[in-house]
């Protein structure tokens, strides 16, 4: 395994990404078909923006259209190779941003939000599984929107169920946010799973083996204009 990740490695080199989740990407790409020619495509995390070159090479060419915009707590120096006019990247904290921020960047929404933030892991995987946890439900929310309340009173128009804003990933769009395996993780995949046509975990072989990381992919967003509890 260890000569494997070498070898992981060693590929990033050669193909010029700056780093070797670029193949965790492409792991996922081959197979799922998350990302399409032209799409328009959030990336929360992109630091230090090897996913905003896959992503820009899955954009096909520049007559395609489409465009990678990342978002990152830290500068991120865009990368000279695979990435192109159409990818832009923002120094901010995901956590201080607003609804309307996000969508001031793509008006009409998105055709796919990828999240990988993570926090500098602590060693104590529980601590490290609930801030990624917290992460997750961050994307989450950007991407689908807030579930303010379930009064489960059926009374309001909507059942109970008010939102304040539906996210920026448009119906039939893809989600895709990392985690790092622990309590909470499932149940976060199980209230996804009413909101899109597939849901399913991915451990791409990129990753490293000690890593407690997993990805969790949700294809075709089914409520674009109302949300349904889990
Ligand atoms: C594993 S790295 C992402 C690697 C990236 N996908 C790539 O391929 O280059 C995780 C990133 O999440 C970022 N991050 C963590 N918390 C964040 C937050 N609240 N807002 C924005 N970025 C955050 C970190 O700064 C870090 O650069």
Redesign the pocket.
Known sequence: MAKWQDHVGLLAKAHKY??R??FK?LQIQKRSQLIHPGDWVL?????????LQVACQLLGPLHCGGSVIG????DTALPLVGCDDRVMAIK????TMSHDDFQYLCPGGFHVVLS????NTTGNAMLDAARSLQ?GQLAAEVALGEQQSFSGGGSSADDGISLEHHGVLQENGNLLIKLLQGSGSQEFAKQLRPQFRKVLWMRPEASRRASREMYVLGLGRRYACSTQPA
């Open positions: 700056v780093a989740s670029a990407l990336d929360l995390g992109c630091s230090p923006g090897a996913w978002i990152d707590i830290k901010e904290d995901v956590r990988d933030m993570c926090h992460l």
